[in-house]
């Protein structure tokens, strides 16, 4: 019999491309794999995981009096093997299913101590002091995964088993669902998936469509995911509602609805300034752009640098400089064939360095070396 695995997580949805797309696939074949996660799975896409759904709430203290109670009651039960928690606020839910003899494996995918400045909700102090007073704790008691490599410096001298699991593509899954053949639309198509917030250049790429917009007065923009901003923070932009016709707004997707939209792209944007963890965290979207043979444009961190400019796929610019920005946007429509070669170039760089694989051998590595350890402590006792 499998042993089983429990993936909780109180804030991704059913259709998280990491947790949902990657780890529980992957897993699957040598763990009964279930996953507690926020609304209804698609189960038809994922027949070998079992879901349990979780109600969702915005609010951090809700999440805590009505969601956590309903996890623990639907969860417990099934005495799981390893505990793969995806958010700091299920330290303590984890500790119960420790005592119980489980796992827990604490998976780290953003520099909180660096994210809070940004946060919008769920910032107050009392939240920051508990975070730091569970998340010392978490190092101490529980095996850690990293989504990025720069996060080793904060997390220092862990006692336990650890592993760098990068969040990188998965060519089959983007395969299935994209357009087998790009043919770049005119008038021209520009593509965004991800938050969309100022920090993350919303302000800078609405000046350089303005900008564009003066050559070119046809062209539109999709934007896939969370709007983190006030429309009315957005309407005081200067040049909101000259573009705001371009633009669709398409909210939070599942991934594989929205590449449909990427086949005609001129180009992928991911433009994120640098605050918070930003600069020392790879955006997923530049390895889903690569994938998707869109040539990217970037931010300049040097993080950044070593992928777009060693593989030659994009563009790497200041996230503030709305100028560059669209001249950036004029090259790409008007350089057809070697925008094509760029997003040929960061395909074939996807395929070689970047791609689920070679993570997914680290997780099954790093998962197996655990139930080692647990069966070699099971002898001793």
Request: glycine content about 4%; overall charge positive; hydrophobic content about 45%.
């Amino acid at each position: 019999m499998k042993p089983t695995v429990l993936l909780l997580s109180t804030v991704h949805p059913a259709t998280d491309p990491r947790i949902v797309y990657k780890i529980a696939p992957s897993l699957a074949p040598f763990y009964n794999v279930i996953c507690g996660i926020s609304g209804k799975a698609d189960r038809a896409k994922n027949q070998n995981i079992r879901f349990v759904s979780l109600p969702f709430f915005r609010n951090l203290l809700v999440r805590i009096l009505f969601c956590h109670p309903v996890l623990l009651w639907k969860c417990l039960l099934f005495r799981p093997s390893i505990v793969h928690i995806f958010v700091p606020e299920l330290i303590p839910a984890a500790f119960l299913f420790k005592i119980l003899g489980a796992k827990v494996v604490y998976e780290v995918q953003e520099n909180l101590y660096k994210k809070f400045p940004i946060k919008r909700y769920n910032k107050a102090i009392i939240y920051r002091s508990l975070f730091k007073f569970f998340d010392k704790l978490a190092r101490k008691k529980f095996h850690c995964v990293f989504t990025e490599d720069a996060y080793l410096k904060e997390y220092k001298n862990l006692p336990l088993p650890h592993a760098v699991i990068h969040n990188y593509v998965s060519l089959p899954l983007i395969d299935a669902h994209a357009e087998r053949e790009r043919v770049v639309k005119y008038p021209p198509v520009f593509f965004y998936s991800g938050v969309i917030s100022m920090e993350r250049s919303f302000d800078t790429l609405i000046e350089a469509l303005a900008i564009l917009k003066i050559k070119y007065s046809e062209f539109h923009v999709h934007l896939f995911g969370k709007v983190q901003f006030d429309w009315d923070e957005a309407r005081r932009l200067p040049y909101f509602e000259n573009v705001e016709q371009h633009l669709t707004f398409h909210g939070y997707t599942d991934l594989l609805e929205g590449i449909r939209y990427s086949s005609g792209a001129t180009a992928g944007i991911a433009l994120l300034k640098p605050v918070a963890d930003y600069a020392d965290s790879y955006t997923t979207k530049l390895f889903e752009y690569m994938a998707l043979n869109l040539p990217v444009i970037t931010s300049d961190f040097p993080l950044y640098r070593q992928v777009v400019e060693s593989s030659a796929c994009g563009f790497c610019i200041s996230p503030y400089d709305s100028d560059v920005l669209a001249k950036t946007f004029e090259w790409l429509i008007e350089n057809k064939e070697a925008a094509k070669t760029m997003g040929q170039k960061g395909r074939i760089a996807a395929e070689n360095n970047y791609n689920w694989v070679s993570e997914e051998r680290i997780l099954l590595h790093f998962y197996k070396n655990l139930f080692k350890i647990q069966k070699n402590r099971i002898l001793t006792t």
